[in-house]
């Protein structure tokens, strides 16, 4: 329980406020890496595990936010945030909406 507590502060600077809204927008990951760790042999690696991985997704999302297309940001982030929002599942998005403008038109 008390490495548990350990990942209370990652996840405070995981919902810190972005500041403006046309930044990467702010998730409580929390919910879904404790759902992810439920599943998990062991709860506390599982969550921290999961925390570090949300970390590493919104650090990307932060340095490559402005390269994404602007309608899709706003498409993906509308689209996870129905649900329990993580930046992994914004990333895949965004790097999944990016790729299909590569296609040719005709396989749309």
Known sequence: MAQL???VPLAFHLIAASGNGSGVPTF?????????????????????GCMADEQDARDQLVK???KYN???????????????????ELLTCL??????RKLPEELY
Do not use: K
């Not at 790097?95 to 299909?100: C, L, P, Q, V, W």
């Open 70 to 88: 602007a309608s899709d940001r706003a498409a993906c982030s509308r689209t996870v945030i129905d649900f329990e929002p993580t930046y992994t």
């Open 64 to 66: 490559g936010w402005t």
């Open 5 to 7: 507590l350990l990942a």
């Open 28 to 48: 409580d990951v929390r919910p879904s890496c404790r759902a992810e760790a439920m599943a998990q042999v062991t709860v506390t690696q599982g969550m921290r």
């Open 95 to 100: 790097e999944m909406a990016s790729e299909a």
